[in-house]
């Protein structure tokens, strides 16, 4: 087994634009529930939504990096007001089901064949990263250290991805401090009590799902921009490990969904390179490697389903505020 | 149920003679006008299926005072609460609130209009701090906006001016050691106080208390007593549910007796006792089933002992020594 390479691409995930997309949908969803408490099962049909529009205005509409961006914006701010106009004056289980629905909804849409020319179907998209990596202001070539070494454009991409998982991260600070996260967290506690003292429960919840979409649909484009744009990337899956990562990180933490992103990629790195490796030298000669990729995930179940007997509030959580479990 | 709209629809008049009072426009009686109301509900109904909640024909709330709600258990004072306040829709009905017409109205803008309540059950913010759910009842925040949110500058200030409004609240409710703890943390007393500390950082026109001392030990009881007299000193009105018949006598200027829906009697505090009415609404819910000896007495026994007091004309040592004793 070549453990420099198993750890290798483990660091590698560290700071792969994959894990800046899925820590920054995170912290979409971190402002749904972990700070809101609003219960969106859909955070993939955000990601799904910011591809899609990005890479829809430059392939069929030949626009240029920052209309694609906008575009990624719109129909994201879009969705959620769908979404949310007719949920949020409900119960919160509302919500839960509406998300987990149009998320479906929204990956059947993009796969129909009637759509091939716009969407590519099945296929998806590709190639419409070109004017992301034309302002790559990094001198060609391949520098770096250690593990970390790679071509001038895969720096580019890792450098915005986590440069936008910084600013949001700061964004969620700036606001979680203020008034403002305060009426969103009262929210969360008990949406009766914040009316009776004059708010606009519905505007503010309103508010922070357009918000934590907005950053699910920057992290769809993220995840996109090394890669092409497949369906079948979107499904409830997708959803579940954003969930994952939250929890994982500790839900209304600053740097949950960031730490959690990490180890959970890092995590299915080593698991992968590990089983992988056995399978090489004949020590693991039952499974195949593809029953391998499969086993990472219910390694990651498994892990989930420990780390919420043993430490339920997260890696960042505090204990304290969790010991009043609501 | 005829015989109760029956009994209530000439309330005192049968035994004493009309009763008048400052307060009242006319004779006192179940939804006589006030002098200065400062709510008037008409018609407000609500039904639960086939069980009629509230049926108010007219009622009306003085200003400036302090008034009690008071009625057996099920008598549909929540209820009325939180059609009042826009928590629930009525069947049918208008409301009106310092002249201006809150039927249909959201919650929060009823809230914002300086009519506030708090809720029977607590709720309090559990993974906020004391200090924060005290802060989250300030009004017109300029922080509260998602823009100005972002620069602390712009909110720094009016922050620092709350937080001192709330701390004076707190130190009078005897939370301001607890202020940095989490609201969760509090005893289910200690969170009945912290709502109404909240409720009155609103600077509420109208505050509804709906059973704010319920669980509140006696001897802070009776300085929360003088706190809702300050209230009304400071200008404010004061409309509260409370089933301990001292608390009622002792600080309320005027008190509305429900029962089974109605407003069933009125009058002042140490007249509206001696009513039949209100004899016949806390005995009459109940008195031939089982429940009315477990839920019927205290109110009925202070009832009757309110009325014996009267008659033994010694009232005020009696409910000195009635409150001792409770401590
Ligand atoms: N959401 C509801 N659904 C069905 N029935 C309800 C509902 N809310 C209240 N009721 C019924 O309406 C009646 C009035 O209830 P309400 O809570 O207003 O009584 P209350 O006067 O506040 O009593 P208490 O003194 O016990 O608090 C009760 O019979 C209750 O069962
Ligand atoms: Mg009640």
Redesign the interface.
């Known amino acids: 087994m070549d453990w420099g390479n198993i750890l290798g691409n483990a660091a590698g995930e560290l700071i792969s634009p994959t894990t800046a997309a899925y820590a920054l949908a995170a912290i979409g969803l971190n402002i749904h529930f972990g700070y809101t408490g609003l219960l969106n099962f859909g955070q993939a049909a955000f990601m799904l939504i910011g591809a899609y529009a990005f890479a829809i205005s430059v392939l069929t509409f030949g626009a240029p990096l920052w209309v694609a961006v906008l575009a990624a914006f719109a129909a994201s701010i879009l969705f959620a007001f769908v979404l949310g106009i007719p949920t949020l004056r409900l119960r919160a289980d509302y919500l839960a089901i509406v998300t987990i629905a149009s998320a479906e909804i929204m990956r059947f849409v993009v796969t129909t064949t009637s759509l091939t020319n716009v969407t590519g179907a099945a296929n998806g998209l590709s190639n419409f990263s070109g004017g992301f990596y034309d302002i790559n202001p990094l001198p060609e070539g391949r520098y770096g250290f250690g593990p970390f070494v790679y071509s001038a454009d895969q720096w580019w991409v890792r450098l915005v991805g986590w440069g936008i998982v910084l600013l949001a991260t700061l ?1 969620v600070f ?2 979680m ?7 969103v ?2 929210v ?3 949406e ?10 519905y505007s503010y919840k309103m ?1 922070a799902l357009v ?1 934590g979409g907005v950053f699910g649909s920057l992290a769809g484009v993220i995840f996109i921009l090394p890669r092409a744009v497949q369906p079948a990337n979107y499904g409830t899956a997708l959803t579940f490990f954003i969930w994952t990562i939250m929890l994982l990180g500790g839900a209304a933490t600053l740097f949950g969904p960031i730490i959690g992103a990490m180890i959970f990629w890092v995590v299915l790195s080593l698991t992968q390179g590990i089983l992988y490796g056995l399978i090489d030298v004949g020590i693991l000669s039952f499974i195949s490697t593809s029953q391998a990729g499969q086993i990472r995930f219910i390694l990651v179940g498994l892990a989930l389903m420990l780390l919420v007997i043993f430490r339920p509030q997260g890696i960042f959580g505090n204990k ?2 969790l010991s ?1 479990s ?1 | 149920m005829s015989d109760h709209s029956s009994s209530a629809a000439t309330p005192a008049g049968t035994a004493t003679s009309v009763l008048e009072h400052p307060l009242v426009d006319g004779p006192v009686g179940p939804g006589c006008r006030k002098t200065d109301p400062i709510v008037i509900a008409d018609g407000v109904t609500r039904q639960f299926g086939g069980l009629t909640a509230v049926d108010v024909e007219h009622v009306e709330i003085p200003r400036g005072q302090i008034t009690a709600l008071i009625g057996p258990n099920g008598a549909g004072k929540t209820t009325l609460f939180n059609l009042l306040t826009g928590f629930d829709k009525p069947n049918t009905g208008t409301w009106q609130f310092d002249g201006k017409s809150l039927a249909g109205v959201s919650a929060y803008k009823v809230s914002r209009s300086g009519m506030v309540r708090t809720f029977q059950l607590t709720k309090s913010l559990g993974r906020l701090t004391v200090l924060q759910n005290m802060l989250l009842g300030a009004q017109k925040q300029k922080g509260e906006n998602l823009f100005r949110a972002l620069f602390r500058a712009l909110w720094k200030g009016e922050e620092a001016d709350i937080t001192t409004k709330a701390e004076e609240l707190l130190a009078r409710f005897k939370l301001d050691e607890k202020s940095e703890d989490y609201a969760a943390s509090l005893s289910g007393g200690q969170r009945k106080l912290l709502e109404m500390a909240r409720a009155l950082m609103t600077n509420p026109r109208l505050v509804m208390l709906d059973e704010p001392m319920a669980g509140v030990n006696p001897a802070l009881t009776q300085s929360l007593l003088g706190h809702i007299k300050d209230l009304k000193s400071e200008g404010m009105s004061v409309l509260f549910v409370e089933h301990d018949m001292h608390m009622v006598r002792h600080i309320s200027d005027w008190v509305i007796v429900m029962a089974e829906g109605k407003i069933v009697a009125e009058g002042p505090p140490e007249k509206v006792m001696e009513d039949p009415a209100v004899i016949d609404a806390y005995l009459g819910a109940h008195h031939d089933t089982d429940l009315g000896d477990i839920d019927g007495p205290n109110p009925v026994e202070e009832a009757e002992k309110a009325a014996a007091a009267r008659h033994a004309d010694e009232h005020d040592d009696h409910e000195q020594k009635h409150g001792k004793d409770e401590a």
Do not use: C, I, T
């Open positions: 964004l700036l606001l401090r203020s008034p403002w996260g305060r009426v967290k009262a969360r506690e008990d009766d009590a914040v009316r009776a003292l004059g708010k606009n429960v508010q918000l304290k505020e009043f609501v």
